[in-house]
DNA sequence: GCCACTTCTTAAGATACCTTAAGGAATAAA
DNA sequence: TTTATTCCTTAAGGTATCTTAAGAAGTGGC
């Protein structure tokens, strides 16, 4: 039997904290589930972020244009990842980044009101997403030495060695964009490899 | 009237959250004062780090080793910042940073234990760490743009503009470790600048 | 007041990565 | 099947930044 939605989520809960049934099924209340096409966006830039995505099918980027135009992606995420633009949501200023589908995708969202409200009702949801926050800025931590430390190549290598899958599953140039070099040169590098 | 280090923690708290006197009381009576002198270590690489600090006075780094033994500074700290290597602190593996006083340093410190305890306590601390962690990633977040977008001689340019004191209290070549130059390539820019 | 150490500068040659421009291959649309 | 789009590669010339090596200037210890 497959799971369904709701057990994706409560699963995704309990590798962090313990929620009593009820207070599960009140926070799951607060979500709303919602479906993107191939290159929809669950978000674009200067809008105001209210939502924060927790995924369960599909694939998504995040990303903004810089003054010349050119395309910067921040972030991959898919099935069982929660993303939002964090500085957009928690400041409700307009919003840096944009968040596009590239692929089908489902995600269950909830809204800032919603998410402070439940914070209140029920506290353990505050030790969540603190060890959330905690995890992503070790995450963040990481990925700072990752481009300092590492060339281009190396950076590439480290990349199709720690997650294959992902390297299937989006087109190069966009690799290229998330590891900061030029599509050419990413496919320099790809020669030298073999 | 100078304000005393328990009023300097606890104006940093009541930025984000309300404690009772009581509830602070009873925090305040987890943390130990420790003084550094200028060079010394509040944390070696490959330690278990084990504490949790607010600095009360002074200025530190975290830096670390590459293979090749060149020197990496990742953050600086002063004055009301708190610090620790988070990877270590919430893995309990040896720690890959060190964190050492550029000045004559004065610290709170509170251990991985005791803080685990009054989050069992005190709830609130748990919206304290929630939202200081959300901080932590925003400005990781912006700093990795920061580097991403910015070649060399804009990011001087805008340390020099956004944090000028700072610029005073570091020795150039630490501030280029920062900026992930080489002090010799910073110290062109700088001719330049002029 | 001298010595040692720390910090900053200069300059020449090397390298990683970018820009531009073009064509080829693969996939989707018609 | 033809056409359009999307995606990947090749190559030439340019720029930002590093490496190495050396010396100058400032600072604290004795």
């Excluded at 191939?38 to 810089?66: M, N, P, Q, R, W």
Aim: one cysteine or more; charged letters at 30%.
């Amino acid at each position: 039997m497959q799971a369904s939605i709701k057990d994706i989520l409560r699963t995704n809960l309990e590798r962090k904290i313990q929620l009593t049934a009820g207070e599960f099924d009140l926070f799951y209340t607060k979500f709303t589930p919602l479906s993107y096409r191939k290159k929809e966006h669950l978000l674009h830039t200067g809008e105001i972020c209210d939502a924060y995505f927790f995924i369960t099918e599909g694939l998504v980027k995040s990303y903004y244009h810089d003054e010349k135009g050119k395309e910067h992606i921040t972030a991959f995420a898919i099935e069982n990842w929660w993303v939002t633009d964090l500085e957009g949501f928690f400041t409700k200023r307009p919003s840096k980044l944009n968040i596009q589908a590239l692929e089908e995708t489902r995600v269950l969202a909830i809204q800032y009101k919603e998410l402070h409200q439940v914070f209140e009702d029920i506290p353990s949801l505050n030790v969540f997403f603190r060890i959330q926050m905690q995890n992503m800025v070790m995450a963040l931590q990481r990925r700072h030495h990752f481009y300092m430390k590492l060339d281009g190549k190396e950076r590439y290598d480290f990349l199709v060695k720690t997650l294959p899958d992902f390297v299937q599953r989006v087109p190069q140039y966009m690799l290229a964009s998330y590891l900061e070099l030029t599509p050419e040169y990413l496919s320099e590098l790809r020669k030298k490899t073999k």
